[in-house]
Each structure stands twice: as structure tokens, then as C-alpha cells.
């Protein structure tokens, strides 16, 4: 019985030590529009800057760049306890989350692209934010993410979105 309880609570400690560790915290997009998008995150650590600096670099870091995304993609993620443990690596606690056109970006190329920027809308998103969406983003942005910061904000996103559909037909 005495080499049952130091044993015993050896396993307790690593079970609940295991409990401890953080998870993997991700963010994902679902492009509910009918023209295929990238989307660039800016995570401070990777990507060189966050918000509220929202000037987009020359160039991009491949690791955050999404192309192609047609319906459904891992954006971002890594090892953390909380979205706002994933935020940590910002400045302010906000990712930037840029979506962009993908056919203007094959016509005109990432660098007329970014010295213009040229994005249809950019997510500024709190971990709380995140939380409410379970981590799900969507293009158009939909009725969850009204009250969400970006630029253009959440109304001009729309308009734009239905101008864009409209103009494909």
C-alpha cells in the first residue's frame, strides 16, 4: 500500500500537469462569396507588425499567407491557451487578418497589390472576438461579425461584396 500512493499521485501530477498545457488555439476562414480570396495575418511575430499598424510590407511572410481559399482554409494558429494567449504577439492584443481578391492579385501581381493596398477588407479581431466565433471567419464578413472592427467596416464590406456578385453575373 505505501508504493501505491507515491505512485498514485506521480500519475495524479502528470494527468493534471497534462490537463495544464495549452492546446492548439486556431482560426479558420469560409469564403461564402463566389470568387476565390487570399488572406494575409498579421501576427506581429511573424509577419513584422500588427495593429494598429496596418501598412503592408513589400513583401509577404509565405508561413501567413493563404492563397487560393475557395471555400474553406486554416488561416492561422499555434500552440496557446486562449485566443488571447494567441494574441500575445501583437501589439495590442488585435490580429489583422487582410482578405484580398486572388484574381487581382494574378492580373496586377503582390506588388502593385500590396504598394496599393489593395484588400476588400481587413478583420481587426480582439481574443474576445475570436471566442464569439469560435474561431470561424467568414468572407463576406455575416451578421456575427457586424459589430466587429475592419476596414471598410462591416456595411461597405457588404455593399461592396453584393457590387462585386452582381458585376460577375
Not at 500519475?11 to 495544464?20: E, P, Y
Not at 474553406?72 to 487582410?98: E, K, M, P
Not at 496599393?116 to 471567419?137: A, C, F, H, K, P
Not at 461579425?145 to 461592396?160: F, G, Q
Request: hydrophobic residues 40%.
Amino acid at each position: 500500500m505505501k508504493t501505491f500512493i507515491p505512485v498514485f499521485l506521480i500519475a495524479l501530477l502528470f494527468s493534471t500537469n497534462g490537463c495544464m498545457e495549452a492546446g492548439d488555439a486556431q482560426i479558420d476562414m469560409r469564403n461564402n462569396s463566389h470568387s476565390i480570396i487570399a488572406c494575409y495575418t498579421a501576427d506581429g511575430l511573424n509577419s513584422g507588425f500588427s495593429y494598429p499598424d496596418t501598412i503592408l510590407p513589400a513583401t509577404l511572410n509565405n508561413y501567413l499567407l493563404r492563397e487560393h481559399i475557395d471555400s474553406f482554409c486554416h488561416v492561422y494558429g499555434r500552440r496557446a491557451a486562449s485566443y488571447n494567449d494567441l494574441l500575445s504577439t501583437t501589439q495590442c492584443g488585435i490580429l489583422s487578418i487582410f482578405i484580398f481578391d486572388q484574381e487581382s492579385i494574378d492580373i496586377h501581381g503582390w506588388p502593385n497589390i500590396l504598394s496599393e493596398s489593395q484588400y476588400l477588407v481587413r478583420y481587426d479581431l480582439t481574443g474576445d472576438d475570436l471566442l464569439s466565433l469560435l474561431g470561424l471567419i467568414t468572407f463576406p464578413p455575416d451578421e456575427r461579425m457586424a459589430s466587429m472592427k475592419m476596414w471598410p467596416p462591416y456595411e461597405t464590406v457588404l455593399k461592396e461584396c453584393a457590387e462585386r456578385e452582381a458585376e460577375s453575373r
